[in-house]
């Protein structure tokens, strides 16, 4: 298969992650190793270009600068041989590097002043330059030589992104702009070389030297050495000409190929979405006979229908999150199970709860909350009839109140308590163990946090609202500040309240009640007065059994969808490696 083959056939793994862009490698690739146009006996060899290129810097006027020392290359040093009539050279042979300006604050101003220049910097480096978020320098800190040039390519040299260091834009006219210390410009000898070095500058030949000679913490620093010992394929001029056009050619071909999968996508998009919506919007059934019964079951079968053809048109995991968000979604809105008449009324379970914790408080075991009763709360209009809407903290252990933990852990300590904090917090596959232990005597004064096995986590400083249940091999634990400890009373179901805590509206209540100071944090208090719907106990488990069903058809989506990017990505690579075979 050739180059022009595989463009054919790119439908066939376009749902490959990147397909795109793997692609527009691969095409820069095969441009930098002389495989993308053929080579002609008749073109006047690289080394006859080189010696004009040597010629015009010895006769620049600017050629009493000091000239860097720059290795020959040896035969050991090229990734592969030069195609006919090409030759290695050092990247520094072909161009000088001009750094950026430095300058102070006293020196800047926040919009043009007479003898103020804007100044370019790292983020104006992009697919081309961008002149967005400026700032203006004293023209007097600018050196002739620092302001941009026609055929220059600017340059990131430090930025905290690794990526971002060493990427470069052309500049396709004279500005009247400098650039910034972090900056630089690729000054080519001869502007014979400009749109070839545009297509090296985008290779990964290039940025595979560049990742490696990027050093620092922090800030990564692209070496004016590394820039320099870069090894650079200079092909003859006439060939360059030909990569360059047939370069232009293949990625405005790339750009039709990723605007109708963006279609595509967007189409895919706007079925799930409708798909999705329709689930959390089936007709109910109507007329006096109608029953909570007959309409869950209407919504039951749509649903059905619905999700028995979403797996033609999941193509990416945000897809299947909005799925799952959608079953979270119905589930706390009543409308994922049918409702039974003979449930035992749940106002009866919460009667019996509040009775105990009346009973705690008369007898003073624990102190009155000063909580709103489920009275106090509105039901939603669309809430089945039997369901309430109660406080969190009336449905908490009164004995185990929402609590957090150790406030200052110290430092590890090897066979110590262990310790939970918020990374460790997950919902099911949990380690043997938490990562970290404390010291026993640190532990001690937060006994009231321990952990017996069962409860359900909640992180309230930095990650709000994810979300754990702690394994049994865990009991003894404690837990860190940034989690609190929520324990339900028998009369909830903790599956059923691990799917409320889940779903978009807690998650949002949690959203809004953050406060931001140090990090983002979520008060005890607030978390108490999160508005829970509360089914009878029956239909809690009903919700929990049909939940689980679901999640487990997601799952398997899921798995599918990762089977499918890996048999696209494997078929991506093998005509790839099929391509440039062919193309040797």
Known sequence: MNPAQLLEHFDRISEAPDAVARLRRFILDLAVRGKLVEQDSNDEPASELFKRIQA??????????????ITKVGDSDVPFPAPLGWLWLRFGLAHDLVRGVTYTKSDVAETQLADYLPILRANNIGDSLNFDDLVFVRQ??????????????????????????GKAAFVDADHPCGFGGFCGVIRLISPLLE????V??????????????????????????????????????????????KVNELMALCDQLEAAKNEREARRDQLVAASLHHIGTAPTATGEAATEIQSANLLRDAARFHLDHLPRLTTRPEHIKQLRQTILNLAVRGRLVPQDPSDEPIVV??????????????????????????AALIRQGDLP?????????????????????VLVPGNEVADGVPFVRA??????????????SIAPEIEKAYARTRLKGGEILLCVVGSIGKLGVVPPSWAGANIARAVARISPVREVLRDYLLVILQAQPLQSYFAEA?????????NVGLIEQAPIPLPPLAEQHRIVAKVNELMALCDQLEAQLAATQTDSRRLLEAMLHEALAAAA
């Open 140 to 165: 007097e800190c600018i050196g002739p030589d620092q302001m941009l040039r026609r055929g220059d390519y600017l340059i990131a040299l430090s930025s905290g992104s690794k990526n971002l260091v």
């Open 195 to 198: 749109q070839f070095v545009g």
């Open 514 to 522: 953050t406060r931001t100071l140090a990090q983002p944090t979520l």
């Open 385 to 405: 009839t039997s369901w309430v809407v109660e406080r969190l903290g009336n449905l908490v252990d009164p004995e185990n109140t929402i609590s957090y933990g």
């Open 349 to 374: 379970a919460l009667q019996t709860v509040l009775e105990r914790r009346a009973e705690l408080v008369r007898t003073k075991k624990i102190r009155q909350k000063k909580l709103d009763s489920c």
């Open 200 to 245: 090296f500058l985008s290779s990964r030949l290039y940025r595979d030297a560049i990742s490696a000679g990027s050093r620092g913490i922090g800030i990564n620093n692209l070496k004016r050495e590394t820039l320099n010992e870069a090894l650079f394929p200079l092909p003859p001029l006439a060939e360059q000409q030909r990569i360059v056009t």
């Open 56 to 69: 015009e810097r010895a006769s620049d006027v600017a050629g009493t600068r000091k000239q860097a020392v």
């Open 423 to 436: 990374q460790d917090l997950a919902l099911n596959s949990h380690p043997k163990r938490p990562n970290k």
